[in-house]
């Protein structure tokens, strides 16, 4: 179950099946030139970019701890639904995606930032 944004996706991509990304983890999906971190946290379905702000690490290949990426290069780490950081080395927050489920498939609007992003940090835009 995944909540709908309160907002209009209005160019979704389709990334993956739902149930490719098991509960508490994540997956590399490559799509349209992106290279994307799924998430599936409980419920919920969340996207960033996969790779880490800091350097070549992979956040798909990190660990989770809630809401946060840790990446397994440096052991920065973000907040997986604003894309804030959470841990140093990282200081530049994470790109994320608006995000919606529809079919039992997970899709994005490669040009909206998460809510909880636009939320976090208002000024936070797709480029
Ligand atoms: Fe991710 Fe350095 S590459 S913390």
């Known amino acids: 179950m995944t909540t709908n944004p309160p907002f209009k996706l ?3 991509l389709e990334l993956c099946p739902s149930d490719s990304v098991a509960p508490n983890s994540a997956a590399k999906v490559e799509k349209d030139g992106l290279t994307l971190a799924v998430y599936h946290l409980g419920d919920e379905f969340y996207v960033t970019d996969d790779q880490c ?3 070549p ?3 798909s290949e990190g660990y ?3 809401d946060t990426i840790e990446c397994d290069f440096h052991n920065g780490a973000f907040n997986i639904r604003t894309g804030e950081v959470v841990t140093p080395p990282c200081m530049v927050p994470l790109r ?5 489920v529809i079919d ?3 899709y994005i609007d490669p040009n ?3 809510f909880a992003a636009a939320q976090a940090c208002p000024k936070q835009q797709a480029s």
């Open 96 to 100: 994320t995606y608006a995000v919606q």
């Open 10 to 12: 209005l160019d979704l």
């Open 112 to 114: 909206q930032p998460a």
């Open 64 to 66: 989770i701890d809630g």
């Open 57 to 59: 690490g992979s956040l």
């Open 104 to 106: 039992g498939k997970v």
């Open 53 to 55: 702000t800091h350097g």
